[in-house]
Structures are given as C-alpha cells and as structure tokens.
C-alpha cells in the first residue's frame, strides 16, 4: 500500500521542500526533462521541478493539433509569466498521419498513445541527455491500475525504450501520494494561476475524443470552432463538464436561401462531482436556442445543433 497524503492533512511548505530536495538528491548534477499537458497534474510538476532543477529541467508541450483554440500559447504563457520556459514541440504532421482512416475510437485513442509516448516523447527523451523523467502521476492513476481501469504500463516501454538501454533512465513522481484536491492546494501555494485550476475536465485525447468517425484537421477544427461557443455559453452555468461532438452523419439545412446538407453539432452538459455518474444539466430552452444559433452562425459547415439527454451510465461523458 501506498501512503497517502490527504489535502487536508498537506503543509504545502513542508510537501514542497520535501520534494524539491528529492528531486535535487535523485537528479545531482544531471538534467530531467517532462511533459505538460497544461493539466493540473503535470503544471504543478512542472512547478516543483523548476523549483528543484531551474533551467536543468526541460519541460516540452506537444503540440498534436488536437487541443482547443489557443490552447498551448496559453499554458506557455502562465509559465512564462512564473519564469518557467516552456518548449513547444510541433507534432501535428505526425498526429494526423497516425489518425488518418482510424474511425473505430479505441484505436483512434491507441493511435494518439503511441504516437504521444513512442514516437514524440520518446524520441524527445531518447535523444536528451536526460536520464530522469518527471512524472504527474497520483494515487487515484495507481489505483485505476490497480483496478484495472487504467492500463497497467511500464513508461519506458511506451517511450520504446529498451530495458537494457533503459539502464540509467529513472521516473520520479513526486504527486504519488496525493489526490486530485491535494494537487490542487499544493498547485495554489505554488502560485499557479487559478484558469489552470478552474479549468473543466479535458481528455488526454484531446478534441479527437469529440469527432464520430476519422479526425482530420479539418473535422477537428469543426469541433474545435463549436467548443469555444459552447465553452463561452456555458462558462457560468455550474456544470461540471461541457463539450462538443461532431458527428459523422450529415442533415439537410437552408443557408442564404440553398439547401445544404451539412454537419451535426450534439451538445453535452453534465452535472456530476466524480465523473463516475453523471446526469445531463438542465438548462434552460433559452440557452439552448442560444447555443444553437450561435454555432450554426460561427461554425462553418454546421446546419444542426442537439443537447444530449442521457445519463451515465450507459452514456459516456465523452463521446468515444
Ligand atoms: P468518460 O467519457 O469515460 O469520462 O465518461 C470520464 C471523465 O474522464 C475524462 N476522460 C479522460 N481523461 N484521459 C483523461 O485524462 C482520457 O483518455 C480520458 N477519457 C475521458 C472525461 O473528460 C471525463 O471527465
């Protein structure tokens, strides 16, 4: 078992040097290297390597073409406004020619895994000097593996790197007894800015996990156009989760007086506080129409607009 360090029982203070004089001991003279998503996890990482390690510590964020609008300028830039340099790694060509034809969603999310750890991240690490790398992981990531929800994985593996080469290479993860609050207040007192914390929950695949059959740049930026509507509207509304899915089959509308026969837009709201269950939030008829109008005028190609009604289970929050 692992010991666990509950939010209420953290001293941020003490966690903190804790910690940064782990790093410290365990790298020594070296350099680390990780990667942000911009997710609660990996930003206060980031944070407490930066504290251990300054500029030894390589911190890269990839671009997959796969995030909201302005998504990776932003994160780059709370850190750089907290001193921490961020690297960003242009990965969309590789992306999208390992999403090219995949329509069926568990191999779409394979497809992202593996492009992400073996072919970018793992060629980032495999040509470093780092030998250590700096992982977000926390004990409700250990429990899922434990229960099977999550795949048990040996990182270095998925980075495709060998065993016998790997010798030398070590993962530190100083978030290991901590939960998601935990994370949080640790987060806060490190002066992370609050929109990193305020954030909605947002899947590692990205938008690709919003579009019904294959994700190109093009579908992708479909859904990326709705999502900032449908994230503006319902910034205020106290769900827990707001999305947007592009479907695969088409309708016919009226644009400028012509038939169109154009893309779906289904929306998705949820009130929920664990993910594990979730119901539709009810909103009202006017926010609804609002939605509607609003993403058929600023999103191309887009003729129809639907709210979701089911509930998880049996629905999903995202939509593969
Ligand atoms: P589902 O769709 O399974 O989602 O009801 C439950 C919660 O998890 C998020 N989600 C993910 N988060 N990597 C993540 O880090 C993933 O692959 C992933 N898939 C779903 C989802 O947004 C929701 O909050």
Redesign the pocket.
Known sequence: MRKEVTAGELNTESFTREKVEDIRNAVGDGTAINALSG?VDSSVVTMLGHLALGPRLRTVIIENGLMRESEVEQVVAYFRDLGVAVEVVDARTEFFAALKGVTDPEKK?EAITQTFYRDVFGRIVRESSARYLLQGTILTDVDETVAGIKRQHNVFEQLGIDPQAAFGYRILEPLIELRKDGVRKLGKSLGLPNELFDRI?????ALA?RVIGEATPERIETVRRATVVIERLLKESGAF?YLGVLHEDRVTGMRDGKRDFGQQIEVRCWDSTD?RT?KPTRLSFDLLEQLGREIIREVPGVVSVTYNIAS?PPS???AI
Request: aromatic content about 6%; proline content about 20%.
């Open positions: 997710g999310r929950p947002f899947p590692g695949p996990a989760q993910a979730a998880k999903t929050i995202e």
